[in-house]
């Protein structure tokens, strides 16, 4: 059979709950999976279609070099023709590496070193001058400068952290006539056996000669000078052994390189190295490079409200703290400190005396003995105290390094201009303010030929990707930022920008949801932006929800009519016409036969009060959040949502209503109306569970109340069998071969590991006489494999069982299995078993829920039902505030509050608040994105009624 040339032919693929499926998807073309959460898309795209690709490409390779990369297994699939090398760009976060920024993981940061350092010129970090080269002559008037009398070291550097033994060196320096070398910080004499490792870094200097600065030596200074930098191509280094007495430094470098007269100041030569933080040459040396260091915070050590005698020192006061806190009284009475008013109403002096200590000696009483001491200042003491204890996490937090500015590299690097703007100062610009000045040909309009000829190849490559940035809708990020902050809709775009810019052809590229994140006027640059990855002769397959990226779609392949077991099949695949004729569950809503329609529109009586946000790019802004209401808080992405919500509001919560302790709190930020609620809720997409021990069941409590019913089964009370029986996480009742996993894995070297059944329990976690146990005819383990809509009906009678079930349900889980791996779960099924948890607690009416992104990963039917979810949350009483870009859900909210107007350093504000009507009447005039696109949706709605 020949193999069809324009398209990938699957046939009979299994993996997880496809159920045979074949099916044909046209090559260079933009296919988009869609389906019901759990319906099978990211098993076809990824575990097969991508896995299948890199599988086959990693065949290719020796077996030497398979060990080294990560193994993927065969995935279930009979047949697949005409697949094509296969790049996945998912929504994995990017580094947790304090060290990587946005800069670094796109690897513009490296254009911009290489920049720096072949046409930056250098400026002294203390005086600002530029700087200029030393002569020999000079180098010798600046130390014939020196303090007579001054004993000096003359040395040549020869080898500056380097591996190697360095023999051949040592014997010619021998040779030559020395007699001592400086070795690693040690003068060594040359006649004696040196023997250096070859595997550890070494610093060698020849001693060119050890003088006293005096008349009589001038002539023999300028000799020995001569000398160094001759032997040190241009370098020479002076040890001053009697520093101290002469007041002078130690140590000073001189080079015929680079020096600023007026400071008295050499600098080494640029290279790439020295604008990295990653590296000693570029590093600030104060925050090694994290432009963060780590301090006692004052705000936490401290009440101010009250008065030292009654605990103003939190860390110096209650059981087993007398000694210090009897030697603060003594201190405070010795300086005549009032210890009953509160700290706050001290002297300014005197609350830094108490902080820093003082010279001055005080005695108190400590057991009925006279102590004489200096007051060392609660900072330190609070260091003393908490150096070994892991509680020193508590009272630390994050200051900006006050020698960089939080710009992590060292002032020499940061002195350094190229066509007058410092590497510090792009980092920090906004990628689309970064790309227009560098692609303004008036900025380099002042260079010399040479520079131009070096700058030109690099400028094409940085201008070319910051372009790419920009165009997939980053352009309000800068390229400083911290990858750890980035999110993973913004990693998976930065990825996107990169895979262009590689320029590859012939590739099958497979997208998870890139429109995670993106508000809707974004979307249409990124459907650009998958096109031109497509238009480059690849075939791109997104798996999707988004409406616009659906009907953009060259073909769509709808997978269902369910989830889990009740998926695994294609309902459709075609192309959007062909598509508005079915009747698949997506075509309805597409169509909108079907509508996400809760208009409660209720009333805001009761607010949260938040004033003086300052934080990213918010500057001192206030917001009021209505409560008892379903409110969304929209705006383009960077306008400064999170930062408003989960940086500012949440954490004050937590410590308000639900007594946290390990919360970074934003200063001076002042929130009133929390007393109105009892507690705070935040419901994100994390894992439920990060080991295949956790499950569903586990995580609900569903399993302790199924365990506490077979352990109340007739059989059990004759064999004595107890509640921890029927775990398969401690030992007794679990199988022990698989210790209670079911599976166990086989190392297979250079394949990969491969998970078999346990042969004793034959994946049932549990052994033969626990499975003897039944309940109603069922196992334990027969209980575990039941969805969660068969358990629902086995379990009706047993009340606390059945509500917890329920409420699965209700969130539209029942196709999950109660024993379900955690690992396996996708993020919006997480936070929907999150979700169900919380409906199954006796309310309050007084709760207040944040949820971020919740429609990340949901299909149309799963938002309708979330969205119904939620609105009953506010019926009985509560708070709901949702982060979110999906208008499906905005367009229901009570409230709107819309944050802009752009992103980055243009948002920042609130542009626009009230009902989904409301802001699409004003948007003209608030200049909202989000009111201009709910116009067309409640205009499309209208017209539907």
Excluded at 276 to 304: H, M, Q, V, W
Excluded at 390 to 398: A, I, N, P, R
Excluded at 546 to 571: H, L, Q, R, S, W
Aim: neutral net charge; hydrophobic residues 35%.
């Amino acid at each position: 059979m020949s193999i069809k040339k324009d398209k990938i032919v699957i046939k009979g693929a299994n993996e997880h709950n496809l159920k045979n499926l074949s099916l044909e998807i046209p090559k260079n073309s933009l296919v988009v999976c869609t389906g019901l959460s759990g319906s099978g898309k990211s098993t076809l795209a990824f575990d097969t279609l991508y896995a299948e690709g890199q599988r086959r490409y990693m065949e290719s390779l020796s077996s030497y070099a398979r060990q080294f990369l990560d193994r993927v297994g065969k995935p279930d699939v009979e047949k697949i023709e005409g697949l094509t090398p296969a790049i996945a760009i998912d929504q994995k976060t990017t580094s947790k590496n304090p060290r990587s920024t946005v800069g670094t993981i796109t690897e513009i940061y490296d254009y911009f070193r290489l920049l720096y350092a072949r046409i930056g010129v250098q400026h002294c970090h203390k005086c600002g001058k530029q700087i200029s080269k030393m002569s020999a002559e000079d180098i010798i008037n600046q130390v014939k400068k020196l303090p007579m009398g001054s004993k000096v070291v003359i040395l040549a550097p020869l080898i500056r952290e380097k591996k190697g033994s360095f023999a051949d060196l040592i014997e010619s320096l021998v040779h030559k006539g020395f007699v001592r070398a400086m070795v690693d910080g040690v003068m060594v004499r040359l006649d004696e056996e040196i023997e250096l490792s070859k595997t550890k870094k070494h610093t060698i200097k020849a001693v060119i000669d050890r003088i006293v600065i005096k008349e009589d030596n001038i002539d023999r200074i300028a000799s020995d000078v001569e000398k160094a930098l001759k032997e040190s191509y241009g370098e020479v280094e002076l040890d001053i052994i009697n520093h101290e007495e002469m007041g002078t430094d130690a140590h000073i470098h001189y080079s015929e390189h680079s020096a600023c007269f007026d400071c008295k100041i050499s600098f080494e030569p640029l290279e790439p190295l020295s604008f990295s933080f990653n590296s000693p040459k570029g590093a600030c040396s104060e925050c090694d490079g994290l432009g963060l260091r780590y301090a006692i915070d004052t705000d936490k050590i401290i009440d101010r409200d009250l008065p030292i005698e009654k605990g103003a020192v939190k860390i110096i006061y209650g059981f087993n703290k007398g000694y210090y806190f009897t030697f603060l009284k003594g201190f405070c009475e010795g300086l005549d400190i009032d210890i009953t008013v509160p700290y706050s109403e001290l002297a300014t002096h005197q609350q830094k005396a108490i902080l820093n200590g003082s010279v001055q000696e005080v005695t108190f009483l400590w057991k009925n003995h006279p102590i004489k001491r200096q007051w060392p200042g609660i900072v330190k003491i609070a260091y003393d105290m908490f150096k070994d204890e892991k509680e020193l996490g508590d009272y630390m937090s994050e200051k900006i390094c006050s020698v960089c500015n939080s710009n992590r590299l060292r002032l020499e690097s940061l002195a350094v201009d190229v066509a007058g703007k410092k590497i510090s100062e792009l980092i920090t610009l906004p990628i689309e303010k970064t790309y227009e000045w560098f692609a303004d040909e008036k900025t380099f309009a002042n260079l010399s030929s040479q520079h131009i000829q070096i700058a030109t190849p690099i400028l094409n490559e940085i201008k070319e990707r910051l372009f790419f940035l920009y165009d997939v809708g980053l352009g309000y990020i800068t390229l400083s930022r911290d990858a750890r902050t980035i999110s993973g809709g913004e990693a998976q775009r930065i990825r996107i920008a990169s895979q262009i810019g590689s320029g590859l052809t012939g590739v099958l590229y497979v997208l998870d949801e890139p429109s995670i994140g993106l508000h809707e006027r974004d979307t249409l640059k990124l459907i650009r932006t998958l096109r031109s990855l497509q238009e480059k002769g690849n075939s791109v397959i997104v798996v999707e929800h988004d409406k616009e990226t659906i009907e953009n779609a060259d073909y769509i392949i709808d997978i269902g009519p369910g989830a889990g077991k009740y998926g695994g099949e294609i309902v459709f695949n075609g192309t959007l016409k062909e598509m508005q004729k079915s009747n698949t569950l997506t075509a309805q809503y597409l169509s909108g036969k079907k509508k996400i329609e809760y208009f409660y529109r209720r009333e805001q009586e009761h607010y949260i009060d938040i004033k003086n946000v300052s934080l990213n790019n918010i500057e001192k802004l206030d917001a009021k959040i209505p409560l008892n209401n379903f409110v969304c808080v929209t705006g383009v992405s960077g306008s400064g949502k999170s930062s408003l919500i989960l940086q500012t509001l949440l954490p004050a919560a937590r410590e308000i209503l639900n007594h946290a302790r390990k919360i970074n709190k934003v200063a001076g930020v002042e929130i009133n109306g929390l007393q109105m609620l009892d507690k705070v809720i935040y419901l994100d997409q994390s894992p439920i569970g990060r080991t295949p021990r956790s499950n569903p069941a586990t995580y609900t409590g569903v399993m302790d109340e199924i365990r506490n019913l077979f352990a109340k089964t007739k059989e059990s009370q004759i064999r004595g069998y107890t509640t921890s029986r029927y775990s398969f996480n401690v030992k007794g009742g679990r199988c022990e071969k698989c210790q209670g996993e079911g599976e166990i894995k086989i190392e297979m070297h250079f394949l990969p590991d491969i998970l078999v059944k346990c042969d004793s329990c034959h994946g049932t976690r549990y052994n033969s006489q626990t499975l003897e146990v039944l309940y109603k005819g069922k196992s334990i383990s027969d209980v575990l494999n039941m969805s969660v809509g068969e358990a629902l009906k086995f379990f009706e009678a047993i009340p606390k069982i059945k509500i917890k079930l329920k409420t699965l349900h209700d969130v539209g889980l029942d196709y999950i299995t109660l024993g379900q791996n955690a690992v396996t779960l996708s993020g919006g099924e997480a936070q929907r078993i999150k979700l169900s948890k919380e409906l199954s607690r006796k309310d309050t009416g007084k709760t207040l829920y944040i949820l971020d992104e919740p429609t990340t990963g949901l299909h149309f039917a799963d938002v309708d039902r979330l969205t119904k979810v939620l609105h009953d949350f506010v019926e009985l009483g509560n708070s709901v505030l949702v982060i979110e870009h999906n208008l499906d859900m905005v367009k229901n909210a009570d409230y709107i509050i819309d944050m802009g107007p752009e992103g980055g350093s243009g948002g920042g504000d609130i542009i626009a608040t009230g009902t989904p009507e409301e802001m699409a009447l004003n948007y003209k005039t608030t200049k909202s994105y989000t009111g201009e696109y709910l116009e067309k949706e409640l205009a499309l709605h209208k017209k539907e009624i």
